[in-house]
């Protein structure tokens, strides 16, 4: 919630948030999210609201977090909730989010407080879970709506669905032909990550600069290409409602590792980027019930993602 403090002689608003309670699951996204803040702010690395006072210690009374308070009410597009807004990204917005995504990524582990990393979230992060991770989805059970309340494996609904006949092979085989590009040794370093990458996660300025929000979920990986996959993969899948801001983000992506001679990786993560994430949120579909899977916003983002996907079989 946003209220008013006294600091000084002025009357200023701060955001205040509060624990729901105090279990650990809770406290330690909460920890985490006011210490990675704090190391931003205190190094400069990116745009982010600074932490007024807090406490994350229930030893020490009501666990909370004052932060300064960003401009709603006062922007074009600010804060952008489930699907609002989304149609009001763009070029501009989307070279943003990539700039400051990367200077997020660019955070060295070496470099955190051992305190801050021992509460950082721990992801596998290595190729080999990473194809692991998307056989799994593949695998999956799930009962599709042309399915006839049927469960059977998601590769073979997505198989009669996007047209596309062994598409489990066809899978194995992009993994395997990419991966001495993703597993290349100059990637595997420990790399952070945001986790939770969404337009909702994002505050967009009128002037088009971006801010990163809740950094509950930050955490480490094991393979700084990798990383990006997640942290890019999940903001342009969730950004399903508009095409020319995910087209945007493509571009900025490749354009960014362009810049350091490393096009051909830009390239190979937008690709990867497409079919983790949208193999992963589409599965999700399946499983609702019949009358959800036949609401329109849920039809509109079905189609918008496995159009995607069937682009990637294609190249």
């Known amino acids: 919630m946003v209220a008013k ?23 330690t996204p909460f920890q985490r999210q006011i210490e990675v803040v704090n190391y931003i702010k205190e190094k400069g690395i990116m745009n982010t609201r600074g932490i007024v006072v807090f406490n994350y210690n229930p030893n020490k009374g ?12 006062h922007s074009k597009i600010g804060f952008i909730e489930g ?9 501009k917005e989307a070279e943003r989010t990539i700039d400051q995504l990367k200077k997020f990524h660019s ?19 290595d190729y080999k879970s990473f194809k692991q991770e998307v056989f799994r989805y593949l695998n999956k059970k799930v009962k599709a709506l042309d399915g006839k309340g049927k469960s059977e494996s998601f590769y073979t609904v997505l198989e009669h669905r996007l047209v596309i006949n062994d598409l489990k092979n066809k899978t194995k085989e992009l993994l395997e032909q990419l991966e001495p590009i993703i597993d290349a040794k100059e990637n595997r370093e420990s790399s952070i990550v945001h986790g939770d990458m969404a ?17 509950e979920w930050v955490g480490t990986f094991k393979n700084k290409a990798i990383a990006m996959i997640l942290d ?12 020319k801001f995910r087209e945007a983000l493509d571009s900025a992506l490749i354009k960014a590792y362009c810049l350091k001679g490393k096009e051909n990786l830009g390239k190979v993560i937008v690709k990867l980027s497409i079919l983790r994430s949208l193999i992963h949120l589409s599965g999700f579909f399946e499983n609702y019930d019949q009358a959800k899977q036949k609401d329109k916003i849920q039809t509109r983002r079905r189609n918008s993602t496995e159009q995607d996907l069937v682009q ?4």
């Open 5 to 27: 403090r006294k600091e000084g002689n002025k009357t200023v608003e701060r955001f205040i948030k509060i624990p729901e309670n105090d279990t650990k699951k809770l406290l």
């Open 107 to 125: 955070i060295s582990i070496k470099s955190l407080q051992s305190n801050l990393k021992k509460i950082l979230k721990t992801y596998l992060g």
């Open 232 to 243: 890019f993969g999940n903001l342009r899948a969730r950004s399903w409602g508009n095409k």
């Open 312 to 315: 990637i079989f294609k190249k």
């Open 199 to 215: 337009p909702n996660n994002l505050y967009v300025f009128d002037s088009g600069d971006v801010e990163l929000l809740d950094l």
């Open 83 to 91: 699907n609002k807004s989304v149609e009001l990204l763009g070029a």
């Open 62 to 73: 009501i666990p909370f977090v004052v932060m300064e308070t960003l401009p709603a009410g």
